[in-house]
């Protein structure tokens, strides 16, 4: 993270952008980093890419060419095939309705994407060149990219992101629109020219330009939006990506070739993607291991150790990512009603002896309520002495026992359900979570095992007292998530949380565009929700991948976080 | 022979009514609702509103009644329609096709390796009674089949990994495209399946060619002088195979159910994976078709059985 | 049944009569554990191996050595030490206390899953045997119904609708044990139906219950504690497979065949002493139990056993 905002900014396009002087201020601050992309946006043959990959000396042809994507550097070699070991099954192919997008995104492009250059910390053009901010951060104006073409041979125009925001904004009946949560602000999406598009905001987020780059947040064309009555779920629509759909064995693997047509015309290297199904997290290491793929986003913790032993062929990284464990609590009903209860399972539940619990599946990246790999989080350095956070636990655990003893549960508590989730969670995170509240607050629990699609369900019908569960997002910032999960009335708060001072901070929080203040309201959110914790928060998890050495030109030793999404940029050493 | 065959296929035709009856009413009183899910799996919870489910639900003719739910699922099946899953969208026909051969090779290889190693253990043990091999094989039996053969899976697992650090292929390899690929994934499941297989069967070997050798036929065959092998194959094995084979058609429920774990423990893509995945993701409409086709398979194995029994032996007639 | 006579008095009287007719099994059954020792010396070791395990379930929290949930998250899945005799599993639990706690889990689950589905088995087929007609048909289609899956894939049906849990797999398992032990009553029952004694019964007007448990039943008990115990070790199978599959006992108690699920999942080089221990157990478990219920069968039926062997 420093690393990147101790370089100057780099291109300076001649004052387009009307909210400078904020986006300036922002980047002294170290925050919100991927704003200054706004700043670098390279506009005719400028090199705009900043020099942000230490490890790697960008060779003049791997750096930016023309208006071509940012790369990582190296020397590439084209052909080959790149074989990839992941879970590729998705129930329909409409990646605004939830469709599998680290398969769907290599056959699209996004308005904007997260720069590989300098591990994804800036934000850069992809389907727009350029865009400017209006006054007070109230509109976006896009000038989009000529000469782009659909894999159909539609030319790609300002229409396209018109109808592909609007059925996301407004989505039609049997339309369902995960994505609309993230846009509530946004009064509309209009078409300026045909070359330029803008939305109109009706508050300001500074994390505004964030939203459109997760692999989600691409664009279809307005041709098969209309032509298939805008519900993509049954067909695999043409994209302006670099790789053309070939082939898909259900349950087994996709094919995809490289897209001659590609509008970067140095893209993609290899000659084509091949997409193993290989749903058994363990069996995905393995096949790297065996060299029955040549990569994977992320495999099993044990798989993992083994290619750290074999740097000869393999390497393996871990990174930050924004999928998390949680103790979910139901705070409707007592005990849990009492936040004195939650503080009290928060100080007192080890998050280092559950990592060390959960260590052979997955590797838990202690953070607080904003991850790691997002520029407001808690440093971990600051984290290691905190309460609830740090390995010392005997303060705490008094603490916890004082807290309880004040809400009147000093003799401990019985009859809890604890319902997890049949597999890993239920074998190992459950049962450590268990014996840790009768060891240390004489809190007695019933683990219930339910199958993983249950849980769900569950936990909508708020039919349950804890429940160990997964929960992700794709965008780090913290106002979109705390709006769903934890503000009062909040469409994902199933568990009934309701705190009117983080309420109240969270409306700053959504609107500040001053980086300082911003970092501060966060701080203070946080220090609350640690003080009233709506659940329990085990840990991020590190997403690990894993890739035979011949692979390049994905910067996954370099990520800030893990996304697994485009692979334009990958080439295969042969020589490796 | 042909008015027992006829009875004995009437009788089959309640049975599949009952099975699918049942497979049916089970899977509409399993808790929770897949539906709610669907959207969830791969960017996070999206939670559907009472109209989108319902609008779902419509979408698969799950708000009709159940009678003609029912039905529409019966008329699909006898079209080789079987739907497709919730998860994937694959039709599950299709699915089967691809991972049916695999099973069914595991299974076929299961029982050639229990005939191989079972037949001449068995009868070994009966012509050489109360020997030092009669009793080792006798021991053998009796551990081989305790020996759960999903845990004789984890130990050839086991030692595959830490002797040769070799790990059985992942994806679907089958026998007419890649032999070798093929028989390094089923050749091990099918020694798990086999051996405890093959204990039963040199058991029924053993305990058929004792009956055989007392028979005074065989007493004549000897006392005529031929030498002591040549009765045995000649009599022994032939009378000793026929209650082998039979209750072969037996054990395959057996086999059946097993593979399903065995096939888990080797991480094998086969049926019987397909379904425990089916179970614990809720993806009904392959639950469904899974059980029933597990289902049909096993009753028409029983069919052959019985029908075996009736041509081998005449004096069994139905009723 | 139509019953056109009245009941004749003393019904006793005859009851009394008849019982001369019931083997000396149900009489003398002290007497049969001493013949059934001396006839069977490999049944009794088997009897020993379950003695055993009732004794390993009984004092569990006496025998093991730590508290079999109690992780200790300092010694996740180590390698056997004098301290963990059998080394600790993903949790740093004990397995030598989970392999004791786990005796439990095993017995309950096999004893009390074959005792209700032969219990029903038994009652069902002496119904259906007895009182024959469309009651016999339609039960033994039902029975066909049951019998046309293989028994750990109905279980596993049985499981998706009840929920993994304690008591789910007992049913689950009970159920699949039903079908045989229907058929072997009933056909038991279809043999001794025409026999003197029951004919008496009927002409002198006792009614169809009546007849079906002073006289039927107990003619059933021998063939189906056979069946019973017979049906021990694919109890014990069953219950270990369907815990394997997570779809079982669930954690964190301590089964043992839970304990064998997810070892391999996990484990690139997996733990040598997590695959083996708790396997050993299953089949010694089943392996004691199939060897009872052969010599259980050849001590109730010489003939068979002078056949086989």
């Known amino acids: 993270m420093a690393r990147k905002l101790n370089t100057p900014p780099q291109a300076d396009n001649g004052g387009r952008n009307v909210g400078r002087r904020t986006f300036l201020k922002m980047m002294a601050a170290g925050a919100a980093a991927s704003a200054l992309a706004a700043c670098a946006a390279p506009t005719g043959g400028e090199q705009a890419a900043p020099a942000a990959a230490p490890t790697a000396v960008p060779t003049p042809e791997a750096m930016a060419t023309g208006a071509g994507m940012m790369r990582p550097g190296g020397n590439p070699q084209r052909g080959g095939t790149l074989r990839t070991a992941f879970g590729v099954t998705m129930t329909h192919f409409d990646a605004h309705q939830g469709g599998g997008t680290h398969v769907l995104s290599h056959m699209y492009n996004n308005l904007v994407r997260n720069n590989l250059v300098d591990g994804l910390r800036t934000i850069i053009p992809d389907l727009a060149e350029s865009w400017e901010v209006g006054e007070g951060g109230l509109s976006y104006t896009f000038a989009l990219r000529e000469g782009v073409t659909y894999h159909d041979g539609e030319p790609f125009s300002a229409q396209d992101v018109v109808a592909t925001f609007n059925r996301i904004l407004d989505p039609p009946e049997g339309i369902v629109s995960p994505l609309r949560a993230n846009f509530t602000f946004v009064d509309s999406v209009e078409e300026v020219d045909d070359m330029t598009v803008r939305f109109n905001l009706s508050s300001p987020r500074p994390f505004f330009l964030n939203l459109l780059t997760p692999t989600n947040a691409l664009i279809y064309s307005k041709k098969s939006l209309e032509e298939n009555n805008y519900d993509l779920r049954e067909v695999i629509a043409p994209g302006t990506g670099a790789f053309r759909f070939v082939d898909h064995l259900p349950a087994e693997k996709w094919l995809m070739e490289a897209n001659p047509d590609y509008w970067d015309p140095e893209l993609p290297y290899v000659d084509g993607l091949e997409m193993l199904h290989v749903p058994a997290w363990s069996d995905r290491g393995t096949a790297v291991l065996t060299d029955q793929a040549d990569m994977s986003w992320n495999v099993a913790k044990e798989t993992w150790d ?17 999928g998390a464990y949680w103790v979910f609590i139901n705070n409707r009903e007592a005990p849990f009603d009492d936040p004195r209860v939650r503080k009290a399972i928060h100080l007192a539940v080890s998050k280092q002896n559950l990592a060390a619990a959960f260590g052979t599946q997955e590797l838990i990246n202690i953070t607080r309520w904003v991850p790691q790999g997002d520029p407001y989080a808690t440093t971990p350095e600051a984290l290691s002495t905190m309460p609830g956070y740090r390995a010392e636990k005997d303060e705490d655990v008094a603490t916890a026992q004082q807290l309880l003893a004040d809400a009147g549960y000093g003799d401990g508590i019985t009859g809890v359900e604890l319902l997890a989730a049949a597999g890993p969670q239920g074998e190992l995170l459950a049962p450590a979570f268990q014996d840790m509240l009768k060891r240390q607050l004489n809190i007695e629990t019933e683990i219930r095992i339910v199958e993983r699609a249950l849980l769900g369900s569950e936990q909508q019908a708020g039919s349950y007292q804890l429940m160990v569960h997964t929960r992700g997002h794709s965008v780090s910032d913290i106002s979109p998530r705390g709006n769903l999960w934890w503000a009062t009335g909040g469409s994902q708060n199933f568990g009934g949380y309701s705190n009117p001072d983080f309420d109240t901070l969270l409306g700053s929080i959504d609107v500040e565009l001053e980086v300082e203040t911003r970092q501060g309201q966060i701080d203070d959110a946080q220090n609350l929700l640690d003080e009233n914790p709506p659940e329990y928060l085990v840990g991020y998890t590190f997403h690990l ?11 996954l030793d370099e990520r800030a976080f893990a996304e697994w999404g485009r692979m334009e940029t990958v080439w295969i050493d042969q020589d490796a | 022979m042909s008015k027992y065959l ?36 791969s960017d996070g919870i999206y939670v559907l509103s009472g109209e989108e489910l ?30 497709s899953s919730f998860w994937n969208k694959e039709p599950i026909s299709g ?50 089949i305790a020996v759960p053969s999903y845990w004789l899976g984890l130990l050839i697992i086991l030692f595959t990994v830490l002797v040769f650090s070799w790990r059985p292929p992942i994806t679907i390899i089958q026998l007419w495209e890649d032999p070798l690929g093929n028989l390094s994934m089923t050749v091990l499941p099918a020694m798990a399946l086999g051996l405890g297989l093959s204990a039963g069967t040199a058991r029924m070997a053993r305990s058929a060619a004792l009956e055989v050798l007392f028979e005074d036929y065989i007493r004549t065959a000897r006392s005529k002088g031929l030498r002591e092998t040549l009765v045995v194959w000649r009599h022994v094995f032939k009378n000793a195979m026929l209650p082998v084979v039979t209750t072969t058609g037996l054990a395959l429920g057996g086999l059946l159910g097993g593979a399903v774990s065995v096939e888990t423990a080797f991480a094998v893509p086969g049926l019987g994976k397909l379904l425990v995945q089916g179970m614990t993701e809720r993806d009904w409409m392959m639950i469904q078709n899974l059980v029933l086709l597990y289902g049909l398979i096993y009753v028409i194995i029983n069919l052959l059985v019985d029908l075996s029994y009736a041509f081998l032996d005449p004096r069994i007639r139905y009723e | 049944m139509a019953t056109t006579s009245a009941p004749l008095a003393e019904p006793e ?28 010396p490999i049944g009794m070791v088997a009897v020993g191996v379950w003695v055993l395990m009732f004794i390993m379930a009984v004092f569990a929290p006496i025998l093991s050595p730590f508290d079999p949930l109690e992780a200790d998250y300092g010694a996740i899945r180590a390698a056997p030490t004098a301290e963990h005799i059998l080394g600790t599993d993903q949790l740093g639990r004990d397995l030598l206390s989970r392999i004791i706690y786990g005796a439990r889990i095993t017995l309950i689950v096999s004893i009390t899953a074959v005792f209700i589905g032969d219990l029903i088995g038994f009652v069902w087929g002496i119904a259906s045997g007895y009182l024959g007609k469309r009651f016999d048909l339609i039960s033994q289609r039902v029975v066909d119904v049951l019998m046309s899956f293989p028994g750990l894939i109905l279980a596993l049906l049985l499981l998706v609708v009840l929920g993994a849990g304690l008591v789910t797999v007992i049913v689950a398992i009970s159920v699949t044990r039903i079908p045989s032990a229907t058929r072997v009553t009933r056909s038991v029952v279809l043999s001794i139906k025409e026999m003197s004694y029951v004919e008496a019964a009927k002409m002198i007007g006792a009614s169809n219950i009546r007849i079906m448990v002073r006289h039927v039943a107990p003619q059933v008990v021998a063939p189906i504690l056979v069946v019973a115990t017979l049906h021990l070790g694919g109890a014990i199978f069953a219950e270990s497979a369907l815990s394997f599959l997570g779809m079982g006992i669930p954690p964190p108690a301590p089964s043992w065949g839970n304990m064998l699920g997810g070892v391999l999942a996990a484990a690139f080089r997996p733990p040598w002493w997590l695959v083996i221990f708790p396997g050993v157990a299953i089949t010694v478990a089943i392996m004691a139990a199939n060897l009872f219920g052969d010599a259980f069968r050849d001590f109730l039926d010489p003939k068979l056993r002078q056949r086989i062997d």
């Open chain 1, 306 to 322: 083994e290619g750290m032993n074999r740097p000869d062929t393999i390497t393996a990284n871990k990174l930050a990512n924004f």
């Open chain 1, 545 to 555: 991948p894993m890739w035979n050495n011949r692979v390049k030109g994905l910067a």
């Open chain 2, 6 to 41: 006829f009875n004995r296929l009437l009788i089959a035709i309640p049975t599949i009514f009952g099975v699918t009856v049942l497979i049916f009413l089970a899977m509409r009183v399993i808790p929770g609702d897949p539906l709610q899910l669907i959207v969830s799996e």
């Open chain 2, 54 to 83: 319902q609008a779902l639900r419509a979408s698969l003719g799950l708000d009709r009644p159940y009678h003609l739910q029912y039905l529409d699922w019966i008329a699909q099946v006898i079209s080789g329609d079987m739907g």
């Open chain 2, 95 to 144: 699915m089967i096709l691809r991972r049916g051969p695999i099973s069914a090779q595991i299974a076929i290889m299961a029982v050639l390796l229990s005939w191989l190693i079972g037949v001449p253990i068995g009868m070994l043990s009966a012509m050489w009674r109360n020997t030092m091999m009669d009793h080792l094989s006798r021991v053998g039996i009796t551990v081989f």
């Open chain 3, 13 to 40: 009287g005859l009851t009394l009569d008849i019982e001369g007719q019931r083997p000396p099994f149900v009489r003398r059954f002290s007497d049969s554990v001493v013949r059934f020792a001396r006839s069977s």
